[in-house]
C-alpha cells in the first residue's frame, strides 16, 4: 500500500493557518486525512502542550519537550497513519521548533543538536512538503489580538522583534526542504483558495516545488 502524503502547515501567530487546517475535512470530504497538532495529538503531547503555554520552561527544556512531544506523536499516530495510507496534515511541526527555539530565542548552538533529534524522531518519514503561511508579524498579531475565538498564549504575548525573527526562522529551514509559501496577508478566502490548491496538488501527486 503506499504511504500516505504527510504534509506540515506552518507559520507565525496569527497567521490563519489553524482556520484553514480545521477546513480541510469539508475541502476534501473524499480523502482520509489525520488532522493533528503540535505540541499535541497524543495523551504525552497533550500535557506537553499545558507545561509548555503555561508554565514557560527555561529555553533548553522547552526545546527538549518539544521534540519529546514530536517522537510520541510520530511513533504513536503519524508512523501508522501513513504506513496505512492515510494522508497526515499536521498544524505545526519541526519548522517551528527551528523558527522559535533556534532562531527567535536565539541558539544558534542548538543547530546540529536540532538535526540530529530531527534525524532521530522523524526515522525517514520526513513531511513531503511544508506550507508557510507567511506575511508580515505586525499584521498577523493585530487579527490574533481581535480574534476573541484564539486563546492568547505566552508565545503570542512575545515583543515584536521576536516575531520578526520567528518569521527569518521559517524562511531559513523551508530553503532546505520542498515547501511552499502562502501568502497569508490576503483576505481569508483567498488564502484557503490558494492553501487548498496547494494541498490537492500534494494529495494528487501533481505538486512540484516552485
Not at 514557560?56 to 495510507?85: C, H, I, N, Y
Not at 489580538?145 to 520567528?166: A, G, P, Q, Y
Not at 490548491?197 to 512540484?208: A, C, F, Q
Request: glycine share 8%.
Amino acid at each position: 500500500m503506499p504511504r500516505g502524503k504527510f504534509i506540515v502547515i506552518d507559520g507565525g501567530e496569527g497567521a490563519g493557518k489553524t482556520t484553514f487546517i480545521r477546513s480541510i475535512p469539508e475541502l476534501f470530504p473524499d480523502r482520509q486525512i489525520c488532522l493533528v497538532r503540535e505540541p499535541g495529538g497524543t495523551l504525552v503531547g497533550e500535557d506537553v502542550r499545558r507545561l509548555l503555554f503555561e508554565k514557560g520552561p527555561k529555553p533548553l527544556t522547552e526545546f527538549l519537550l518539544f521534540w519529546s512531544a514530536r517522537a510520541q506523536l510520530m511513533k504513536e499516530v503519524v508512523m501508522p497513519a501513513l504506513d496505512s495510507g492515510v494522508h497526515v496534515v499536521t498544524d505545526r511541526f519541526d519548522s517551528s521548533t527551528h523558527a522559535y527555539q533556534l532562531v527567535a530565542r536565539n541558539n544558534p548552538g542548538w543547530r546540529t543538536l536540532f538535526y540530529e533529534m530531527r534525524r532521530i524522531c522523524l526515522e525517514g518519514y520526513a513531511p513531503d512538503v511544508y506550507v508557510i503561511f507567511d506575511g508580515d508579524p505586525e499584521v498577523f498579531l493585530s487579527r490574533r489580538h481581535v480574534d476573541s475565538t484564539e486563546t492568547i498564549n505566552r508565545f503570542d504575548r512575545e515583543k515584536l522583534d521576536f516575531h520578526r525573527r520567528v518569521r527569518r526562522g521559517f524562511n531559513e529551514f523551508i530553503e532546505q526542504f520542498p515547501h511552499d509559501v502562502v501568502d497569508a496577508e490576503r483576505p481569508p478566502d483567498d488564502v484557503r483558495k490558494s492553501a487548498s490548491e496547494i494541498i490537492r496538488r500534494v494529495l494528487e501527486g501533481t505538486w512540484r516545488p516552485a
